[in-house]
């Protein structure tokens, strides 16, 4: 009897054991499907990412100074019919570029063409021709012997860089003035120009970006907007001088042309019937500075990061803010106009551009360009 108790009291001990046993397990089984439930549910509920653009970062620590967090750039619809309207008329009365200005921002010619179509482009225009052999003549490039054909300025130069002086020539042929205030105005945002290309041209090929061609168009065609605001603002109100920056540029053209210098391109390149999507790249280069990194697709950032630093040191060194490129130090750099910068040129793509600002080539090369500009003031 006392035998037949123990064996009772044992088989319930153990049974009781591996109840609990598998309760555990079925409740802990029950924990982790509804945590893997509720995550599959999250997921199901997220909203989905455009293409090209990744989900929104953290809030990054450090807020934007007050002015450039209470900026944005103004497009075309928020003025009224009227106004648009006066705006591009006023935009109609601007000459248009040459043919080959067409040919060269083509889709087909802006990535893959060759030398001898780049040549045979240019030479085409007469006039073009002989003011793009002017400009490699002179002191801008400090060639050490003549150059007599468009084919030896390719060749001595590179393709994107004459690419560039024709760009620079085909769009300074629409803005001439009399005004000796306008025309000195006009002069720096050319000098800027060629200055931001040069740069953007040299630094993409040492940071091996693809489409070289293009992101030299993106630079050089980012001043269109700057050059038709010269032209259309009382001289009084442009603030092309190195105490003003894009931002402050852009402030007070909203304020008085109701759009700045950015949309106005973006305006006057589609009464010229430039490519859509040349028109959309273009006109993202200046907005990169309200643009955060995490805003962006990596690679299309990194190339626009590019092009907006490229022609916001054009700048710098066109007005003399920035008196030599070797003394620019991008790591002590607090601008506001480069807050937002800071953030892409992170990218594992842009990792070297502070070594190769400072490759004695470049700093020569920029050093004898901006001189040259600086003394024909």
Request: aromatic residues 6%; charged residues 20%.
């Given at each position: 009897?006392?035998?037949?108790?123990?064996?009772?009291?044992?088989?319930?001990?153990?049974?009781?054991?591996?109840?609990?046993?598998?309760?555990v397990?079925?409740v802990?089984?029950?924990?982790?499907?509804?945590?893997?439930?509720?995550?599959?549910?999250a997921?199901?509920?997220?909203?989905?990412?455009?293409?090209?653009?990744?989900?929104?970062?953290?809030?990054?620590?450090?807020?934007?100074?007050?002015?450039?967090?209470?900026?944005?750039?103004?497009?075309?619809?928020?003025l009224?019919?009227?106004?648009l309207?006066?705006?591009?008329?006023?935009?109609?009365?601007?000459?248009?570029?040459?043919?080959?200005?067409?040919?060269?921002?083509?889709?087909?010619?802006?990535?893959?063409a060759?030398?001898?179509?780049?040549?045979?482009?240019?030479?085409?225009e007469?006039?073009?021709?002989?003011?793009?052999?002017?400009?490699v003549n002179?002191?801008?490039?400090?060639?050490r012997?003549?150059?007599?054909?468009i084919?030896?300025?390719?060749?001595?130069?590179?393709?994107?860089?004459?690419?560039?002086?024709?760009?620079?020539y085909?769009?300074?042929?629409?803005f001439?003035?009399n005004s000796p205030?306008r025309?000195?105005?006009?002069?720096?945002?050319?000098?800027a120009?060629?200055?931001?290309?040069?740069?953007?041209?040299?630094?993409?090929?040492?940071?091996?970006?693809?489409a070289?061609g293009s992101?030299?168009t993106?630079?050089?065609?980012?001043?269109?907007?700057?050059l038709?605001?010269?032209?259309?603002?009382?001289?009084?109100n442009?603030?092309?001088?190195?105490?003003?920056g894009?931002?402050?540029?852009?402030?007070?053209?909203?304020?008085?042309l109701?759009?700045?210098?950015?949309e106005?391109?973006?305006?006057?390149m589609?009464?010229?019937?430039l490519?859509?999507?040349?028109?959309?790249?273009?006109?993202?280069?200046?907005r990169?500075?309200?643009?955060?990194?995490?805003?962006?697709?990596?690679?299309?950032?990194a190339?626009l990061?590019?092009?907006?630093?490229?022609?916001r040191?054009?700048?710098?060194?066109?007005?003399?803010?920035l008196?030599?490129?070797a003394?620019?130090?991008?790591?002590?750099?607090?601008?506001?106009?480069?807050?937002?910068?800071?953030?892409?040129?992170?990218?594992?793509?842009?990792?070297?551009?502070?070594?190769?600002?400072?490759?004695t080539?470049?700093?020569?090369?920029?050093?004898h360009?901006?001189?040259?500009?600086l003394?024909r003031d």
């Open positions: 009897m006392v035998v037949l108790i123990v064996i009772v009291v044992v088989a319930t001990i153990v049974t009781i054991y591996f109840l609990k046993k598998a309760g397990k079925s802990s089984s029950r924990s982790i499907g509804s945590t893997s439930s509720g995550v599959d549910e997921q199901r509920t997220q909203p989905p990412t455009a293409p090209g653009i990744r989900p929104l970062a953290p809030t990054p620590s450090q807020a934007p100074p007050n002015e450039l967090a209470a900026f944005s750039f103004f497009d075309s619809d928020s009224s019919t009227e106004r309207e006066a705006l591009r008329e006023d935009l109609r009365r601007l000459p248009r570029p040459p043919l080959s200005l067409y040919k060269m921002v083509s889709p087909e010619l802006l990535d893959s060759t030398s001898s179509q780049i040549s045979e482009l240019i030479t085409s007469a006039l073009i021709a002989a003011q793009v052999l002017a400009r002179s002191p801008f490039y400090g060639l012997r003549p150059v007599v054909s084919g030896q300025a390719i060749t001595f130069l590179g393709l994107n860089s004459v690419r560039g002086i024709c760009l620079q085909m769009l300074e042929a629409s001439r003035s205030e025309k000195k105005v006009l002069d720096m945002v050319s000098s120009s060629a200055l931001g290309g040069e740069l953007c041209f040299k630094l993409a090929q040492r940071l091996e970006l693809p070289q992101l030299v993106q630079v050089v065609l980012s001043f269109l907007g700057h038709a605001t010269a032209s259309l603002l009382p001289p009084d442009i603030l092309w001088d190195p105490g003003n894009l931002l402050e540029r852009a402030s007070a053209e909203q304020r008085c109701g759009l700045s210098a950015t106005i391109g973006s305006l006057l589609q009464e010229w019937g490519p859509t999507s040349l028109i959309a790249e273009v006109g993202s280069v200046d990169m500075l309200v643009t955060p990194f995490d805003q962006i697709e990596p690679g299309r950032g190339r990061a590019l092009c907006f630093f490229s022609a040191l054009g700048e710098r060194l066109a007005l003399g803010s008196s030599d490129l003394v620019f130090d991008l790591s002590t750099d607090s601008s506001m106009e480069f807050f937002y910068l800071r953030g892409h040129l992170d990218s594992p793509r842009l990792a070297r551009l502070a070594n190769f600002l400072q490759a080539e470049l700093v020569k090369s920029i050093r360009m901006q001189g040259a500009f003394a």
